[in-house]
């Protein structure tokens, strides 16, 4: 009896030439420049922030004041430094208001991606995707203009009929009957700037569907909507979750555009037809002018606290385009 | 099986006299026939002049090389040509006499009447095996209230009821690339169409899985119309009662020659059709 | 064989198209809109519904209930699809409305403040809130252009060498590097601003053009490493197997047969990242302020651009100096425009160039059996 002797698998071992290794560290450290870079901020905005966070503790993701006690020199200890910093309202508001825009955005996106994709004349398909490419890369500052010279008249005819007809729910009932500036109409600015971003990426994930699958709905007597629903939709899910997911990322760290439309209040508001708002990214723009060294430090931490949320919601989407993008 | 074969091309044959005979009277003529049909990508002038009939319950080959407009024609049949954004056609399809293309005619319902079968198996990803039968009765809205018999009918006829029947929820992916295909079939049967058009259901697709569809499409034969676009000759051979020869010169894909399957492999008219069906050329 | 029609045999035949919808089809159809649209706005005339969302409303309301009401002798399948139809325009209609409503907005407000000089002069001695027949917005047009010059020389090495390590190197840390440069799309601008203040503004002691060109830079960095990523996974595998089979090392693969082949793939690359950057305020409020007048020095201090020209201007919220930010807006969008355009026609060409490299890729291979 003789055994079979599996044979060892021989190590295929690759020896790149003194040029190409030269080439491949060259191209290595040219791509974790952005590694570098990212940790660089991550591990300054925590670095400039800890005595923020020392002093204030939880109390600064949950307060609902913000006072600076002016300037001083350095040393001078003739009076007690009172300032304190708390962020809770305006961490609140900017989910609020990216909220309300991901409500409206994620309809008319989907909408707008299959009309381009699946009912648009051919004859304008080429420009509704260029439009789109190009509405995408309009300025905030333009939307935020836009906005408050041209959309608040009707954004506010909208609040009024809201609070009129459905007032007597909590967030629809408001104090003062002025809705300009208010959680609501910020978040419809929002929504229009998010939906460039959103449909775009719909629109190419909904492009991608294999086009036998589609065939075969109509092959056995479909109708649009039939291959739509059965096909387009759940092969694009996922991709049209991971670009409403990015569209959250820019509305939580949008600033001009939600600078220019909302009063920023520090207090916890429910109510987003009221002319109270909050949100972090703007408040930092905001009290960045007349800052003083400790009120920085706050701001930020403040931006930390903004990053660590965006990108959480970054990481979020690109797990599900991992996740389920098919592997070619 | 080949003997079964055999024995309906020649009954049919006397039937309907020759296949590409269009001139004559068709009121009665049950099934698919085209009538001069051209098709046209842009400028592209891919198929000219092909007059086809295509009787009730047989099988048909279409064969020729790549290229030559199979499955173009394929796709005219069942109003699958007009998704591609140039494309244009001429002539006339008709299906038991009227003329699918008329504009009072909806495409859907012509596809209902004419399924599908495509090259790549594609169950649809997101549906488990039940659903994926059932697919096309809900995409056409049909009524029909014995889901349950339905999928086991049509599974059983495109030969796949015995390994899933226990099954039945789990995703039609989970199958192997011939089940696949033969899911695909059972999808298009439980719409009932009266004609199934086959673009190489088999070209994706080991020995073993080849040889069960085909016997499936043998089966389907005995109820509804089989046009299948094959490559393969021994599969033509195999299965159709009778074949269509297609090529190109370079310029549009026209007909060749179509007759009965002993016919075009023993005897044919055109000695081109000889060197192709021998593996002269192709 | 004789009974088989040949192709050569017909006359002429015209190819036609049964199923494309006939012209009286397009103009009843056409006609029926025409005629809701006046029918919604006589609606928005007598109802409390006002101004052009009440008209819109009106127009989708009398579009639905028509479809709902001539869908009704239809099937179940035809029906829904009639409504679903009507449901997709109308949301895709809204969706695209906001992005005409600002070009056209900031056409008609800005075109005011626009005149020959506009372009050439600066503020230093116009008031806000003078006559807009004075001063100008070229002080901010240069330094905007300095500020993003700086982004790009920052970015487009770094931007493609992580391209071409993604694509051509594939190290251990590819999927690393991709998720860093996800999450990198995902800072938010003011806060890319926040760190470069803290950093580069705080140590140099003075705001300059120089740190808001480093703050775009942060800003670019991942939209350009990811276009081009994208741009090299184009470059068929074929061309770089044919390079090493070729044995060139790989280096020479990279740097002769890859970049090449996407020249004006990797130029869109940059020219889409300037579009994007180039209208990004916040982090210039944060890092480069604003000026009144023409300077060219980028750390010479703090340096105007078109985001913080049109931002003080509307902050200063005088008739004037309102009217002033529209034209700035009116400048900012038609650069905006002009890179786009650049791009878009650029992209075509590469594109364009990767198939042509493809079939060359084939016809190589056929050649050599």
Redesign the interface.
Known sequence: MTTVETPTPREMTVIYSRADRIFRGIVTAGALTSLLLLGLIASFLIFRSAGTFREFGINFITGTEWFSDGFREVGDESRADNSVFSIGPMIVGSLVVATIAMLFAIPLSIGGALYIEFYAPRSIYRILVAMLDLAAAIPSLIFGLWGIEIFTSFGVRWATFLNDRLGFIPIFSVEFENFGRSPFVAGCVLASLVVPITTSVAREVYSRTPRDLIDTCYALGGSKWGAIRSVVMPYGRSGVIAGAMLGLGRALGETVAIYLMLNLVFTYSYEILDSTGGNVASMIALKFGEATDKEISALIASGLVLFVITLIVNMIASNIVQRTTPRA | MTQRTMTMTTSDLSATN?L??V?GDNSSFRGLETR?V?A?FGKHHAL????LRFPERTVTGLIGPSGCGKSTFIRLL???H??I?S?????SVLLNGSDI???SED???I??KV??V???P?P????TIRENVL??I????LKRDNHDDIVEQCLTRAGLWKEVKDRLDASGGSLSGGQQQRL?IA??LA?EPQVLLMDEPCSALDPGSTLRIEETIKELAEKITVIIVTHNMQQASRVSDYCAFFLTDG??G?????DSTRKMFTNP??PRTADYVQGKFG | MSNVVQASDQVTIEPQRPWAVKRVVRATNAGRLALFAALAAGITLVSPLANADGWALAFLVVNLTWTIATAVRLGAKERRDAIVRVVVSSLAFLAFVPWLSIFISTALKGYKGLYPGYLFNDMRITSYDDELTFGGVGHAVVGSLIMVAIATILTLPLGILSGIYLTEVRGRLTFMVRFIVQSMAGVPSVVAGLFIFATVVQSMGRYSGLAGGIALAVLMLPTVSRTAEEVLKLVPDDLRSAGYALGARQWRTALMVVLPTVKAGLTTAAILGIARVIGETAPLLLTSLNTNGFMWNPIGGTLGSLPTYIFAMFMYGSEFSVARAWSGSVVLLSIVLFFFVLARRLGGRSEKRAKAGVGKAARTSVGTK
């Open positions: 020759k590409e005979d001139q001069a051209h046209w000219a002049g092909v007059s069942n109003r699958m007009e998704f954004p494309a244009a056609m001429a002539g293309y008329d504009p495409p859907a319902m596809r209902l399924g599908m495509f090259q790549k594609n649809f990803p997101a549906m697919a096309g809900k995409l056409a809205h695909c999808r298009s719409v310029g549009p026209y007909l060749v020659e179509a008219s055109d």
